[in-house]
């Protein structure tokens, strides 16, 4: 990339206000990672400093050019399994999303869908917390999973919902709940993988596991795309076996979004081919480990 297009991804990067909070900014080829640090036993780690995490891409060390360990904004995704298996499960669920939704920052927005045989936008991004706990409210249980469609649409509205938001740039995620296979979605596994590594979200799944169902293959394949959305967009995925876990993890997941690093960086890749470029993060502290997404397509065509 030429130094000259490079200083002004850099300068767009962020700016820092009055208040000394950084708020980052889109800029050209600006990659942006949200990155959760935790040592050997799964703790968050916090007060670590740039000078503690070393970037690579496709194996070549970055030049970090901004941080910043105070959590941003964030766009939020509740996405809750509706289908008729979920019938006598959903009153705790309700309880569960309602406590993650009352912990939600000032300047946090979010939306709620639900899925059966569709997936349904029971509230559009908002700050209102208590809108948000009316739509989980109103869920009701009915019909078969569309699980692929479900994701599909958050993936999808949260893209829409940054490409409106100027160039202030919120983190995303994705709060996952269900607890069973796809059953009924249009949307094939496939295009939603593909979306979601062409996206900024973090996606984080809880699967509800019932002990008959361990050894049942389509639960097998419902697991292996929750932790495989999870892992690949830097997110963790959770396997709940009593409903009374649920409180706990919605709990943990906000812990967690709480304690972020934003680092962002300039490439030092200067194609401009579109091809997939793996990140590999590393943490100076001894014993910590760092995840984030599995990488990103670079920029494609002229400069």
């Given at each position: 990339?030429?130094?000259?297009?490079?200083a002004a991804?850099?300068a767009?990067a962020?700016?820092?206000?009055a208040?000394?909070?950084q708020?980052?900014r889109?800029?050209?080829?600006?990659?942006?990672?949200?990155i959760?640090?935790?040592d050997?036993?799964?703790?968050l780690v916090?007060?670590?400093?740039q000078v503690?995490?070393?970037i690579?891409?496709?194996g070549?060390?970055?030049?970090?050019?901004?941080?910043?360990?105070?959590?941003?904004?964030?766009?939020l995704s509740?996405?809750?399994?509706t289908s008729?298996?979920m019938d006598l499960k959903?009153?705790?669920?309700?309880?569960?999303?309602g406590?993650f939704?009352?912990?939600?920052?000032?300047?946090?927005v979010?939306?709620?869908?639900?899925?059966?045989?569709?997936?349904?936008?029971?509230?559009?991004?908002?700050?209102?917390?208590?809108?948000?706990?009316r739509?989980?409210?109103r869920?009701?249980?009915g019909?078969s999973t569309?699980?692929?469609?479900a994701?599909?649409?958050?993936l999808?509205?949260l893209?829409?919902?940054?490409?409106?938001?100027?160039?202030?740039?919120?983190?995303?995620?994705?709060?996952?709940?269900s607890?069973?296979?796809?059953?009924?979605?249009i949307v094939?596994?496939?295009?939603?993988i593909d979306?979601a590594?062409?996206s900024e979200v973090v996606v984080?799944?809880?699967g509800i596991?019932d002990?008959?169902?361990q050894?049942?293959?389509?639960?097998?394949?419902?697991?292996?795309?929750l932790?495989?959305?999870?892992?690949?967009?830097?997110?963790?995925?959770?396997?709940v076996?009593e409903?009374?876990?649920l409180?706990?993890?919605y709990?943990q997941?906000?812990?967690e979004?709480?304690n972020q690093?934003?680092?962002?960086?300039?490439s030092?890749?200067?194609?401009?081919d579109?091809?997939w470029?793996?990140?590999n993060?590393q943490?100076?502290?001894?014993?910590?480990?760092?995840r984030?997404?599995?990488?990103?397509?670079?920029?494609?065509?002229?400069q």
């Amino acid at each position: 990339m030429p130094r000259l297009a490079a200083a002004a991804a850099i300068a767009a990067a962020v700016t820092v206000p009055a208040g000394g909070q950084q708020v980052f900014r889109g800029g050209t080829d600006l990659v942006l990672l949200t990155i959760t640090v935790v040592d050997g036993q799964n703790r968050l780690v916090a007060g670590l400093d740039q000078v503690d995490f070393q970037i690579y891409e496709d194996g070549v060390l970055q030049d970090p050019t901004n941080f910043s360990r105070q959590a941003q904004p964030i766009a939020l995704s509740l996405v809750i399994d509706t289908s008729t298996s979920m019938d006598l499960k959903l009153p705790i669920a309700h309880e569960a999303a309602g406590g993650f939704i009352k912990r939600m920052g000032p300047k946090d927005v979010a939306q709620v869908i639900d899925f059966d045989n569709q997936a349904k936008i029971l509230q559009t991004f908002t700050s209102d917390r208590e809108a948000l706990e009316r739509a989980v409210g109103r869920m009701e249980a009915g019909g078969s999973t569309s699980l692929y469609n479900a994701v599909y649409t958050s993936l999808s509205e949260l893209r829409r919902i940054r490409d409106q938001s100027g160039p202030d740039l919120r983190r995303q995620a994705i709060v996952l709940l269900s607890d069973g296979e796809d059953t009924s979605s249009i949307v094939p596994y496939e295009d939603v993988i593909d979306l979601a590594h062409r996206s900024e979200v973090v996606v984080y799944s809880i699967g509800i596991v019932d002990k008959d169902m361990q050894k049942n293959a389509g639960w097998n394949e419902a697991d292996f795309v929750l932790r495989t959305l999870a892992r690949e967009t830097g997110g963790r995925a959770f396997s709940v076996m009593e409903l009374k876990q649920l409180p706990n993890v919605y709990s943990q997941i906000a812990d967690e979004l709480a304690n972020q690093y934003t680092v962002a960086y300039v490439s030092k890749n200067a194609k401009r081919d579109g091809a997939w470029r793996k990140i590999n993060v590393q943490i100076a502290r001894a014993g910590s480990t760092a995840r984030t997404k599995a990488g990103y397509f670079g920029p494609k065509g002229a400069q």
